[in-house]
């Protein structure tokens, strides 16, 4: 049976997850771990709202909160005397067993199975028959009832009967009665047979004991587990909390009666339903799939809300793979951390995982979530096993820092005695920036205060590796600016593949000049004020290198594990210190070899140095000018590989696989020997590689990639030889889409995940690596393909259109009842960064799909010249010269819509975030208001002399080589700006990346002409993200009402705006903003 039940859980999230979208994610956590639970007294078949949920209580220790959350959820229990629906799992000589969901019923041969049915050993496989036609064999589908229950934890059992015709009684009956009702109306005609028969059904439940027992927990009487008799009769409270009683039995008169109103009733509501539908203002709820390439909408369902976008209720579930090679090596292994396993830290077999088998089949890590270590209580937050599988470095108490960064407290975890002991035991509570274990699984390095230790693992004793590390000087961990723009991460420490070495960056920022941030509300560092000066900001002081100005010194170190000792390499006509970055490390195999990328500081130069560790000489191998190629740039990559020899295998010589140039696009060239300057192509074309190499299985010489061949807003995985030969696609018969791809550690399996553009799927598959066949489906998103059904979708338009020349991508969303004969206004959303890319076929509902589909406006996205994946001519052309053609191009797309039939050219906007809200300030500056008439910036750019160095010079050069460039790509011109009807800009008081510099600059040259068409508006200690205080949703409650207000034309009459001498308070309405098709 199925009641209605409020229920309690307690959720615990970790800190990553704090944020705007928390109730998104104890919601997402609830579902995961509840939906299809069982209790062992009943199972929750459906959660239908999470109505409460406390405030966080913050756990001792890890840094995770508990939220304890009641909801609503349909579960389901049975009881005995019910019939039921099953599988038969199993066939014995004594019975056989039955699943029926989360019940598992034996049905036995004792006085439970009809005498006719007999068991046949003989048969293959075995099973219970009559002789005749009915067969009981694993995998029959069969009905049985309910003769006895037995309850446990996780699990319900029952004992089943086949003697008892309990369902076609049953049926028999029901059918009986129904049929009944329908004779004393034989005269009326089917619809009101019908009803009648519905109403014969609604009185019918009324008495059903089953149904009063749903019913009294829908009234919120307590329902308990243990009532066998769900009907049976008790005081109740009705919904106000009077105390009641069960009613009695209805005497005939007034059963008649009561028949005849009930009849009526239904009969009244037909009629009214017809009624209403023959009007035509009933439109059935849409039931067509998410198509995003359907040119039309069908049906009609409900709107899009903005609590939905930001909640994330439209997002797609994605399932995290954690691939790792097994310590021989092997193939196919997965780490899964608290996957719902009763273990914590489990590694199996991909290819067992789902047998069932005992535990032999996979490694269990930690069996639990927690463990003491002395006298503390250690949650982990994030763990990292060792390459034997004995060890696992564990982090507790994480603080985040910057964008990548943060520090926690670091623990050994003993697998054998599944005990764990602090990483430094001298110093358990000292806060470390980054821990990384040795390949050999004997050793960790540490960062703590910026310098560098190591302890090895069959000893307690922490080694001091340097010691002169401080707030300027950065060992093993980028600062600031290399952290954000190079490794987009937390570490600059590399451990050799032997363990005998260790290579690190020394970073010294004391030359770089600081930039302060400023904390009206909050206090970041945790830190209690003086006293006098609680009442004053908190000043965080980041040493950041704005374009131009002086960059950190980063040099290259190695440690050698055996002698202690710290040692550089030289390099032949390197970079000087001022100009040179260094932006990957890559050991080579076990050669005691390195790979060294580097790039002069207007990334334009590319060297590549071959360092030899034991030698201590290093050389530059390789050498890539640009500038003098295409007049571009090189972009920050870590996706060089090292390939070792193996003659046997047909790789004669150590090489490397690394992105290159070729014809103006993006490939991928295997060099070998490593001091080879000549590459064997293996991809060419005009398209270019997005995520290469993916993979290398060196056992077959095959090298797996993601690619734009067939489209450059689709990606596809492809795998080619070694020898740049056989090239095929992993996923056969990929329909036109975006394809994502993780592979195992030896390239046999991969995860493959489609993101677009329809409701994203996962599955776990087999490649050409292996012989083996297997594939398994790990999500499909159904819930969401359910949810977003039940709406009204944009339609996407995607096209290309012609600038100058050059082909542009755009995509254009529709309102879903998108009608050409109307006036429609329209929205440009777009980022327009160097090598980004907005229009592509992933699947995405977001603020522009809100604004699409609910408020009616058509949303338009190009990418211009200077993004990604349409080759490096138009990529690069913007160099220098930031800005220009990113505006030039939303211009010209802005004229084209402004002469289709179905625009209103008097209300075109344009908006963006970041490098998006400095190019909608460019574009209205360019334009002047002839095109665009409204624009909205958040978080912009005004001056790329404000930005950081590496960035901004990557496209730029220095301010010093290229003042003109500067001075023409910042917003200067507010006369300009004065032509359009209106802009807004927002931007966060603590953002550390766009600093608000940026918009305070802006707002003083508006102020000094006098300007005055602008809103703006700042949020207190919010960063780039416009988070802190609940101002996410604020940007975009500003942003959408913002818009509404301005294709309402409220905009044009404030600037027209007419004082009047006197107003009547009582003719004074308040009107409600409507919106204009």
């Known amino acids: 049976m199925f009641f209605l039940k409020e229920l309690e859980k307690t959720i615990q999230l970790h800190p990553s997850y704090f944020g705007p979208l928390i109730r998104q994610h104890i919601h997402r956590e609830l579902l995961q771990k509840e939906e299809g639970s069982s209790t062992g007294k009943y199972t929750i078949v459906c959660i239908l709202d999470s109505f409460d949920i406390s405030d966080g209580k913050v756990m001792p220790g890890s840094g995770s909160a508990e939220y304890v959350v009641h909801y609503k959820a349909v579960v389901w229990r049975p009881y005995k005397g019910e019939v039921m629906d099953g599988i038969v799992t199993s066939v014995l000589r004594t019975g056989f067993f039955v699943d029926c969901g989360s019940l598992q019923a034996f049905v036995g041969r004792r006085q439970m199975i009809p005498a006719e049915i007999k068991f046949d050993a003989n048969a293959t496989p075995p099973q219970w028959t009559d002789d005749g036609e009915q067969v009981i064999e694993k995998g029959t589908n069969i009905r049985i009832k309910i003769k006895g229950l037995r309850s446990e934890v996780d699990k319900m059992y029952a004992v089943g009967t086949m003697k008892e015709r309990a369902l076609q009684e049953e049926e028999a009956e029901l059918l009986a009665k129904h049929e009944r009702s329908a004779r004393t109306s034989e005269d009326e005609s089917e619809g009101s047979v019908s009803s009648i028969s519905t109403t014969s059904l609604v009185l019918e439940h009324i008495n059903n004991p089953a149904i009063a027992g749903a019913t009294r927990s829908i009234r919120g009487e307590k329902y308990t587990d243990d009532d066998d008799d769900a009907g049976r009769s008790r005081e109740q409270f009705d919904i106000e909390g009077v105390r009641y009683h069960t009613a009695t039995g209805v005497d005939k008169k007034a059963r008649r009666w009561l028949w005849i109103i009930g009849t009526a009733c239904v009969a009244g509501w037909t009629l009214a339903l017809v009624i209403f539908l023959m009007k035509g203002t009933y439109k059935p709820v849409s039931s067509r799939p998410h198509d995003p390439l359907a040119s039309s909408t069908k049906g009609s369902g409900k709107k899009i809300t903005m609590d939905e976008i930001l909640s994330g209720q439209f997002y797609a579930q994605h399932q995290s793979v954690e691939w790792i090679a097994g310590p021989a090596g092997e193939d196919g292994l997965l780490l899964e951390k608290d996957s719902g396993n009763k273990e914590y830290l489990v590694v199996e077999d991909i290819r067992t995982k789902d047998e069932m088998k005992t535990s032999k089949a996979k490694t269990i890590l930690m069996k639990e979530k927690s463990f003491t270590a002395g006298a503390s209580a250690v949650y982990p937050v994030d763990v990292w096993p060792s390459k034997d599988f004995k060890k696992v470095l564990v982090m507790s108490d994480y603080q985040k820092n910057w964008r990548h960064s943060g520090t926690g407290k670091y623990w050994i975890f003993d697998v054998a005695t599944q005990t764990g002991e602090p990483l430094d035991p001298q110093n358990p ?125 980063v040099s290259l170190q190695f440690y050698d594990v055996e002698k202690g000792e710290v040692f550089s390499v030289n390099i032949e006509d390197d970079f000087k210190d001022e100009d040179r970055l260094i932006t990957e490390i890559v050991w080579a195999g076990k050669t005691k070899q390195v790979l060294v990328r580097e790039t002069n500081r207007e990334s334009d130069t590319l060297k590549l140095v071959l360092m030899n560790v034991e030698q201590r000489t290093g050389k530059t191998i390789r050498t890539e000018n640009v500038a003098e190629l295409d007049g571009g740039w090189f972009e920050v990559s870590q996706k060089t590989t090292f390939v070792p020899a193996d003659p046997a295998n047909g790789r004669e010589h150590d090489g490397y696989i690394d992105t290159i140039i070729h014809e103006g696009y993006d490939h991928i060239g295997y060099f070998t020997p490593l001091d080879s300057d000549k590459p064997v192509l293996l991809t060419q074309g005009q398209w270019e590689v997005a995520d290469a190499p993916s993979r290398v299985d060196l056992k077959n010489n095959i090298v797996y990639y993601i690619s734009t061949e067939k489209s450059s807003i689709e990606r596809h995985v492809y795998s080619v030889y070694l020898n740049g030969t056989g090239k095929s696609e992993v996923v056969e018969n990929s329909g036109s889409g975006f394809y994502d791809a993780s592979f195992s550690a030896g390239g046999s399996y991969a995860l493959i995940t489609y993101r677009g553009p329809g409701i994203p799927w996962q599955r776990i598959m087999s490649t050409k690596s292996t012989n083996e066949k297997y594939q398994k489906v790990i999500e499909e998103n159904k819930a969401l393909d359910r949810f977003v059904r039940q709406h009204e979708m944009p339609i996407l338009n995607y096209q290309t259109i012609d600038v100058d020349g050059f082909t542009l991508n755009v995509l254009e969303r529709r309102p879903p009842h998108f009608d050409a004969k109307k006036k429609y206004p329209v929205l440009f959303y777009q980022y327009s960064g160097p090598g980004s890319q907005e229009v592509s076929k992933r699947y995405r509902v977001d603020f522009q799909s809100y604004i699409a589909a609910s408020l009616g406006y058509i949303v338009v996205t190009v990418d211009g010249r200077g993004t990604g994946f349409l080759g490096r001519k138009l990529r690069c052309i913007t160099r220098g010269n930031i800005g220009y053609y990113e505006a030039h191009d939303q211009i010209a797309a802005a004229k084209i819509w402004a002469s289709k039939k179905y625009v209103d050219a008097d209300r075109i906007a344009i908006w963006g975030w970041s490098y998006g809200g400095f190019t909608t300030l460019k574009t209205l500056e360019q334009d002047g208001g002839e095109t665009f008439k409204y624009g909205m910036a958040v978080a912009p750019v005004t001056d790329w002399r404000f930005y950081d160095s590496i960035y901004t010079e990557r496209y730029m050069h220095t301010p010093q080589n290229n003042p003109a460039g500067y001075e023409n790509s910042t917003i200067s011109d507010v006369r300009s700006l004065a032509k359009n009807v209106r802009f807004l800009v927002m931007h966060g008081i603590a953002d550390d990346n766009v600093h608000m510099q940026n918009t305070l600059t802006l707002l003083d040259r508006l102020d000094l002409a006098g300007i005055e068409n602008y809103d703006v508006h700042v949020f207190p200690d919010s960063d780039h993200g416009i988070y802190f205080h609940n101002a996410n949703r604020i940007v975009y409650d500003k942003l959408r009402w913002w818009l509404v207000n301005a294709f309402n034309g409220e905009w044009s009459r404030i600037a027209k705006a007419n004082p009047k001498a006197q107003i009547d308070a009582k003719s004074v309405e308040r009107k409600s903003v409507v919106l204009r098709a």
């Open 429 to 553: 509570d000292s806060v470390i920036q980054l821990a990384s274990l040795s390949p050999q699984s004997d050793a960790v390095v540490f960062t703590r205060d910026n310098n560098m230790f190591l302890r090895k693992l069959d000893s307690k004793e922490v080694i001091q590796i340097t010691k002169d590390g401080g707030s300027e000087l950065f060992y093993g961990v980028p600062d600031w600016v290399y952290e954000e723009e190079v490794f987009q991460g937390n570490s600059a420490t590399w451990w050799s593949e032997d363990g005998k070495y260790i290579a690190f960056l020394r970073t010294d920022e004391s030359m770089v000049p600081t930039y302060p941030v400023q904390y009206f509300v909050s206090r970041p560092s945790g830190a209690k004020p003086k006293a006098g000066e609680e009442n004053y900001p908190e000043v965080r002081d980041i040493k950041y290198p704005k374009a131009g100005a002086p960059n950190p010194i």
